[in-house]
Structure formats: structure tokens, C-alpha cells
């Protein structure tokens, strides 16, 4: 989902308010959680899951196109744990939509 669909989908839940105001809203809380992990914190949504910054140390890697060494310095990542509730609502709709997935034939 993108953030302009995120800003209708509760347009559409929510025709009282005005839709300057659901924007102004969503932008505000997208960006306080942006700043919130820019500055190290962990944010926890009970029943969704939980954002956190983590280090990812550095390390030698290679270029792909001449195969030469090139050092990657440390850099931090957001990473997502998905809360218990989260994950069962996933799960169960992912078995109820998906049909086992045919073998293809080979030639």
C-alpha cells in the first residue's frame, strides 16, 4: 500500500473528516516514526509489530562488474518484527486464497 492509498482508504472509512485534515495526519505520523528511528528509538504498535535500527557491520564485498574488493562501511537498517496477531491474520488469509500451485511440464 502506498501513502496515497493509505490517505483514501481512511477517506473513504471516514467521509466526516476533511480530506486536507486525513492527509495533514497521516504525513505527521508517517514522519514522527521516521524521526523516531532516525534517532536510534523502537517503535512498538501492539497487535502490528515492531520497527527498530539495526548495525549492520562493515564488510569487504565485491563490484559485480570487475569482480574488484570494495569496502562497505558500517550502515544501519530499519528492521521488522511482525506482532503475533499480525502474523495470524496473514497467515489465514494467505491460506484461504492461495490454490496449491500446479507443477509445470517439462519440455
Known amino acids: 500500500m502506498k501513502k496515497t492509498e493509505l ?6 472509512r471516514h467521509p466526516e473528516l476533511p480530506p486536507r485534515d486525513v492527509e495533514m495526519a497521516i504525513r ?6 521516521a524521526d523516531c528511528l532516525a534517532d ?9 509489530g515492531v520497527f527498530e535500527t539495526r548495525l549492520r557491520p562493515a564488510r569487504k564485498a565485491r563490484n559485480p ?8 562501511p558500517d550502515q544501519y537498517y530499519v528492521h521488522f518484527r511482525p506482532g503475533t ?4 491474520q496473514v ?17
Do not use: C, H, M
Open 65 to 72: 562488474r570487475n569482480g574488484s574488493a570494495v569496502a562497505v
Open 91 to 107: 497467515q489465514e488469509t494467505y491460506l484461504q486464497t492461495s490454490t496449491p500451485a500446479k507443477k509445470k511440464a517439462r519440455r
Open 40 to 48: 536510534g528509538d523502537r517503535i512498538e504498535v501492539r497487535d502490528f
Open 85 to 88: 496477531l499480525l502474523r495470524k
Open 7 to 12: 490517505i483514501r482508504w481512511v477517506q473513504d
Open 28 to 33: 505527521e505520523i508517517l514522519s514522527y516514526l
